[in-house]
């Protein structure tokens, strides 16, 4: 397969990202305060797995064992999902509604870079499930009634986005093709980059903003 090879490494590092969130949605579980709720977080992390085997299928195509490329990359995910481990129920609902939109933030900064084939299987894995959107309407209602909740979890979602930023940035100084194949410019081209986070930083307000939070 002739390809650009910073494509299997993408989804190298996407697969472990998929497998990260999938275990952390069920350890998260625990904390849900109803049957509900648990049948909720229950479906966004079969969406996780689902992607997990899109992505996999995709790495045999080229050769690469899925398992191998989740142990590769697996320590960056794992420290992400341990400097923002919520505490509350509460924490876990900002922390699944801002965890799928970056997600899908992260695709609809990049999609143009990559090939028809690529921008296919990437907006897949990456798009806002829809899932989230219970997380969505539980914040909002947390928050309206209890208007001194507002405040902390504004400070959680500026947490898990700065955590977000700074691992993003590791995985992009540890993969340079990656980099190369995501900034044109390769990774010497810090403007492109810069745009890029700053306009994740913007749709996150947005999406902060949606919640009630801000």
Excluded: C
């Excluded at 275990?23 to 992607?51: C, Q």
């Excluded at 690469?64 to 924490?91: C, M, Q, S």
């Excluded at 540890?174 to 913007?202: C, I, K, N, P, Q």
């Amino acid at each position: 397969m002739d390809e650009n090879p910073g494509i299997a490494k993408l989804y190298s590092v996407l697969i472990a990202g998929e497998y990260a969130a999938h275990n952390r949605l069920i350890t998260e579980s625990a904390m849900a305060p109803d049957v509900p709720s648990r049948i909720a977080i229950g479906r966004m992390a079969a969406s996780e797995m689902g992607h997990f085997d899109e992505l996999a299928a995709e790495l045999v195509k080229r050769g690469i064992d899925p398992v191998e490329a989740v142990l590769r990359h697996l320590d960056v995910f794992d420290r992400y999902h341990g400097t923002t481990n919520p505490k509350t129920w509460d924490e876990v609902m900002v922390k699944a509604y801002v965890g799928d939109g970056l997600a899908a933030d992260f695709y609809g900064e990049l999609s143009d870079v990559l090939p028809d084939e690529a921008r296919r299987v990437v907006s897949t894995v990456m798009a806002e499930t829809g899932n989230s959107e219970f997380a969505k309407d539980w914040v909002r209602a947390r928050v309206a009634a209890q208007p001194e909740l507002r405040w902390p979890l504004t400070l959680w979602g500026r947490r898990l986005l700065g955590e977000a930023i700074t691992h993003t940035q590791w995985v992009l100084a540890a993969e340079e093709d990656v980099t190369d194949l995501l900034f044109t410019g390769g990774s010497t081209d810090l403007a492109a980059v810069s745009r890029f986070f700053e306009s994740v930083t913007d749709r996150h307000a947005k999406r902060m903003a949606d919640l009630g939070l801000g």
